[in-house]
C-alpha cells in the first residue's frame, strides 16, 4: 500500500510539472506572438508615415481580434468598393422577401455603362438573375450590373440597410460612373472602419446567417483584379476582396485566408500626389505583405475556428 501512495505521489508530481510547463509554453508563446503584432504595428505605421497621401487601415487578427487601425471612421469616397455593401444590402433584401436570387432582369440599351465590367458589350435583351449580377459587380467590378441591382432594390432601401448594419460612413448617392453627378459633388462613401465591420460578420458567419456569409464571402474569393492586396502575396493564397478605383483614390479589402491564420485587411487610399494609382497600389500592396509576413514568421498560433470550419 506504502509502495503504491509513493508511485501515485510521483506521477501527480510528474503531471503537475508536466502542466505547469506547458502552460508556460502557451503563455510565452502567446507573448511571442503579441510582440510580433506590435512589431507589425509599427511597421505599418511606418509605411502610412512614408505614404504621399491619406489613408484609411484596418488590419485585424481574426483568431485574437486585436486590431492595426489608422484613420479607421474617416470618410473616402467609396469608389466600387461600395459594392460590397451593395451586395449585402441585395441579400437582406432576399431575406426580408422583396427580392428574389432568382428573379430575372432584362439588360436594356440604355442601361449599360461605362467603366469595368462585361455586360456593357453583351446584346439588349439579354436577361440575368439577381444571383449573377451579384457575381459579375464583385468578381468583375461590373458596373451595369451595379446599376440593375440599385435601380431594383432601390438606394433608399440601400442606404436603410447600411445604417441599420451599423455603416454610419457608408452612404449611396449616385449610381456608377455617374459623371455629371460627381461634377456636382455627389460621391457615394464609405470608410476602411465600416467595410471591416461587414466583412467580419461575414467571415464569422453573423450576416444574417451561416449560408448567406459563406455565399457573400465565396463571391468574393472570386475577385479577378490581384494588383493590391494579393501582387506582394502567394499566388495561391485565397483572398476574399474586393477593389475600387476612381479619381485620385484606390483601395482594396478583404479576408486573407493565410496559412497561420486569417487576417482581415482594409486599406483605402487618396492622394493627388506623383506616382498616381501605381503609388496607392504599391501602398496597399507593401501593407498586406507586411501582414502576412508576420504571421508566415510566426506572428499567429493556431488557424481561426472560422477557417477550420470551411
Known amino acids: 500500500m506504502r509502495y503504491r501512495k509513493s508511485v501515485l505521489i510521483a506521477c501527480c508530481a510528474v503531471v503537475g510539472l508536466a502542466c505547469c510547463a506547458f502552460s508556460w509554453d502557451v503563455v510565452a508563446g502567446q507573448g ?42 474617416s470618410m473616402f469616397p467609396a ?12 441579400y ?28 456593357k458589350a453583351r446584346p439588349s435583351g439579354s436577361v440575368y438573375t439577381v ?21 431594383r432594390v432601390g438606394p433608399g432601401r440601400l442606404n436603410a440597410f447600411f445604417q ?49 456569409s459563406r455565399r457573400c464571402i465565396d463571391t468574393l474569393l472570386r475577385q479577378k483584379m490581384k494588383d493590391r492586396i494579393p501582387k506582394k502575396l502567394p499566388k495561391d493564397t485565397p483572398i476574399a476582396h474586393k477593389t475600387g478605383l476612381e479619381r485620385f483614390v484606390c483601395h482594396d479589402a478583404g479576408v486573407v485566408f493565410a496559412p497561420e491564420g486569417d487576417f482581415l485587411i482594409c486599406v483605402l487610399t487618396k492622394s493627388r500626389s506623383k506616382g498616381g494609382y501605381r503609388a496607392m497600389k504599391d501602398f496597399i500592396a507593401r501593407i498586406a505583405v507586411a501582414v502576412y509576413d508576420n504571421y508566415d514568421q510566426g506572428g499567429t498560433l493556431e488557424h481561426s475556428p472560422a477557417r477550420k470550419g470551411g
Open 32 to 73: 511571442k506572438r503579441k510582440d510580433a503584432w506590435e512589431q507589425l504595428r509599427r511597421r505599418v505605421e511606418r509605411n502610412y508615415s512614408g505614404f504621399r497621401g491619406t489613408a484609411g487601415i484596418v488590419v485585424e487578427d481574426l483568431s485574437t481580434g486585436w486590431e492595426i487601425t489608422i484613420n479607421r471612421g
Open 79 to 90: 469608389a466600387s468598393l461600395v459594392k460590397i455593401p451593395i451586395m449585402a444590402g441585395c
Open 131 to 151: 444571383e449573377k449580377l451579384i457575381e459579375l459587380m464583385i468578381a468583375e467590378s461590373d458596373n451595369t450590373a451595379t446599376n440593375l441591382l440599385i435601380d
Open 92 to 119: 437582406m433584401a432576399v431575406e426580408e422577401g422583396s427580392l428574389s436570387l432568382t428573379e430575372e432582369i432584362r439588360l436594356e440599351a440604355q442601361d449599360k455603362t461605362a467603366g469595368s465590367g462585361v455586360l
Open 164 to 212: 441599420r448594419q451599423g455603416l454610419t460612413a457608408t452612404s449611396l448617392r449616385r449610381k456608377m460612373m455617374d459623371f455629371s453627378g460627381r461634377r456636382r459633388g455627389v460621391e457615394n462613401y464609405t470608410s476602411a472602419g465600416d467595410i471591416a465591420r461587414l466583412l467580419e460578420r461575414m467571415y464569422r458567419g453573423k450576416f444574417i446567417n451561416a449560408k448567406v
